[in-house]
């Protein structure tokens, strides 16, 4: 083989490479908006595929008839929110990570997402899912699922995530999804920063539906547990 026909196929080899690899990290154009809650908190909006996501964590903390949540700190006694019948939330840093919210506070009839929006459902996550990637028999599965989907959610290079040896994350559909932590169903508090859990609304004997997603996979957990865990929360437009 001569120099001249190496240093093509060498040429054609970087140029295929360097593209797949820019395709791989590049932000798509998607169409994107803003919607408001009935406390005023503006939320980044995107369509990805036919449906609608806010891409920030809901904030709000009345209902849309303007009635409070009951509120439990994070760090206060964990019998409080352990004991909590009624709708609660609690928050580590509400402007970076909003709230986290008990399944009663999703389920109550007085909505807490904004007009026309609603929380997202499981079967929401699954489409979503399914559009970015995911196999339609993966997304039916308990547990971790999926190849490499969390990528295309999380922030490039795993920004406000904690520090790890190989950073990965794309944002490719602009989703932003940030390590807000959980309540516990006891009261404690996960909030070391490194994974992020999303209630459904969808309901299965006396627990709910949610989402994981962990500093050290790029495949997303689906799983249901009990209704006392405090979880973020995305909605989608109705």
């Known amino acids: 083989m001569t120099f001249k026909r190496s240093f093509i196929i060498f040429l054609v080899v970087f140029v295929c490479v360097t593209a ?51 509120y439990v700190a994070i760090f206060q006694d964990d019998t409080l929110w352990a004991n909590s019948v009624g709708p609660s939330y609690t928050y580590l840093n509400d402007s970076i990570y909003g709230c986290l919210y008990n399944q009663s506070a999703v389920q109550d009839v007085r909505k807490l997402s904004p007009a026309g929006w609603h929380v997202a459902t499981d079967d929401d996550w699954k489409k979503l899912e399914e ?20 990528e295309n959610l999380l922030p490039i290079n795993s920004e406000g995530w904690p520090i790890q040896t190989v950073p990965f994350g794309s944002n490719k559909y602009k989703m932003n999804v940030l390590p807000s932590g959980c309540k516990l169903f006891n009261g404690q508090s996960s909030t070391n920063g490194n994974a992020a859990f999303f209630w459904t609304s969808t309901k299965i004997a006396d627990e709910a539906y949610y989402r994981h997603f962990d500093y050290k996979q790029k495949t997303i957990y689906r799983q249901h547990t009990y209704n006392q865990y405090g979880m973020s929360i995305r909605c989608v437009k109705d």
Request: proline share 0%; hydrophobic share 35%.
């Open 131 to 150: 559009t970015i990637g995911m196999s339609s028999s993966e997304v039916e599965k308990l547990a971790w699922r999926g190849v490499a989907e969390a």
């Open 20 to 70: 797949c690899k820019k395709d791989e990290n590049t932000v798509l154009e998607l169409e994107t908006s803003f919607i408001s809650d009935v406390d005023g908190n503006t939320y980044k909006t995107v369509k990805i595929g036919d449906q609608w996501w806010m891409t920030e964590n809901l904030n709000v903390k009345h209902f849309n008839d303007g009635s409070e949540l009951n």
